[in-house]
């Protein structure tokens, strides 16, 4: 930290949340494309799962995130429980997958 008030390290880290934030606003209107009902109603019942599932954890891991840089540990919020129900949901999709390809 040369006669900076901010350390070197948070810069960078901010930098690269910064080109990340970027990064992921270039691909949301693809991401969006999947809450549309007349998309998600086209697609075979285990993608529409997937789809619905891939919304639910990207919709809370945004709002864990936006809790996290207001000052809110996520670790002591509900949106925990709903990270660890959506986990749930995740492992039995992926088994549901599998036998779908046997």
Request: aromatic share 2%; with cysteine.
């Amino acid at each position: 930290m040369e006669g900076g008030v901010v350390p070197e390290s948070a810069i960078e880290a901010v930098t690269r949340t910064l080109a990340n934030v970027k990064d992921m606003q270039t691909h949301l209107k693809d991401f969006l494309s999947i809450s549309n009902p007349e998309v998600v109603a086209q697609l075979p019942p285990l993608q529409r799962a997937q789809a619905h599932l891939l919304l639910a954890k990207a919709t809370t891991t945004l709002f864990a995130l936006n809790s996290r840089c207001k000052g809110v540990n996520p670790d002591n919020h509900p949106v925990k429980s709903e990270l660890e129900r959506l986990r749930l949901y995740e492992v039995k999709l992926e088994r549901l997958m599998e036998s779908n390809k046997e």
